[in-house]
């Protein structure tokens, strides 16, 4: 018998092959249903024994030889020359199974199609659902509470750093979200503006961090290119929301300033958000109020102690 799905790695391999050029769906869809048709039709080929039939029920010797030349070496089943001309049939051949290709019920064929039609029409149809809602939910508004740490917030305010809040689409991406507050920034006036060279304005390489479980001071250094809504959607290990809808609130700074102060408290709390990896909240407030943040540098007793190395 053959393994199941063997068809079908065989069927791959020709669509692989015969789809080449392909550019609509519906023509993908009809090569795969050729394929498979042509090749569940020759399982039953081999599955019935080929019968060679003689041409010509009499004939003289330059028939026979013709006859002979002309039979197919290997054949299931075959008649001699000394048959011709017999009016009995062969004992040896059995119309019965020349009748057993009629019977064959080849109706799976339709069904196996139209199971895979309606699997691939289900899948498709929960794609564009999902990639639906993404887009809804990617133009809803959300407002977030801001802090701003930079050399000049330090040396210019009072409490080193500006609060404010701004409303962002949920698709802006971290590194735009970023962008807008340093904008935003600028409004307290000329010290706070960015640099102009040659009447080009400067462009410091930003950082955004968020906040967790109540955490203000910062947690999580977001990458720039993921959207506010994937990382709203971030759970913790126990199940619940890692951020919380941002209730806790982001900071942007510029990554030079990090770089100069990561040793010092808050920024030492900070660590990069790996959005491949599990985040245990327990853990998270444990290290927490013990004050190593999350950070695996700190969090060994390294605290007062500058990273080498990054």
């Known amino acids: 018998g053959t393994a199941p799905g063997s068809m079908s790695d065989s069927v791959e391999k020709q669509l692989a092959e015969a789809s080449k050029g392909y550019l609509s769906k519906e023509e993908y869809k009809r090569k795969r249903e050729e394929i498979e048709a042509q090749e569940a039709l020759e399982k039953v080929r081999k599955a019935i024994p080929a019968v060679s039939v003689p041409v010509g029920g009499e004939g003289g010797g330059k028939k026979k030889k013709s006859g002979k030349k002309d039979r197919q070496p290997g054949s299931a089943l075959s008649f001699g020359d000394e048959l011709d001309g017999e009016a009995e049939p062969s004992p040896r051949v059995q119309p019965k199974k020349m009748g057993k290709c009629q019977d064959v019920d080849v109706s799976f064929l339709k069904k196996n199609e139209r199971e895979a039609q309606e699997a691939a029409h289900k899948q498709e149809q929960a794609v564009r659902d999902f990639l639906e809602l993404q887009q809804k939910a990617k133009q809803e508004p959300i407002t977030l509470k801001y802090t701003f740490r930079s050399e000049a917030t330090q040396r210019e305010l009072p409490n080193g750093v500006h609060q404010g809040s701004i409303t962002l689409p949920k698709g802006t991406t971290g590194e735009e979200v970023a962008t807008a507050v340093r904008l935003d920034v600028e409004h307290l006036g000329e010290k706070f503006k960015l640099l102009e060279v040659a009447g080009k304005k400067e462009e410091p390489r930003l950082m955004l961090i968020v906040g967790a479980s ?32 941002f ?64």
């Open 247 to 310: 209730k806790a609130g982001i900071i942007v700074t510029e990554r030079r300033w990090y770089e100069q102060m990561r040793h010092t408290f808050p920024y030492s709390q900070w660590a990069v958000l790996d959005v491949h990896k599990s985040y245990s909240q327990k853990e998270f407030i444990a290290n927490r109020n013990s004050g190593t943040g999350v950070d695996p540098f700190y969090r060994n007793g390294n605290i007062g102690k500058q990273r080498t190395g990054r």
């Open 214 to 245: 109540g955490m203000a001071i910062g947690s999580f250094i977001i990458p720039s290119a993921i959207a506010l809504v994937e990382v709203a959607s971030m759970r913790w290990s126990e199940g619940n929301s890692l951020f919380d809808d």
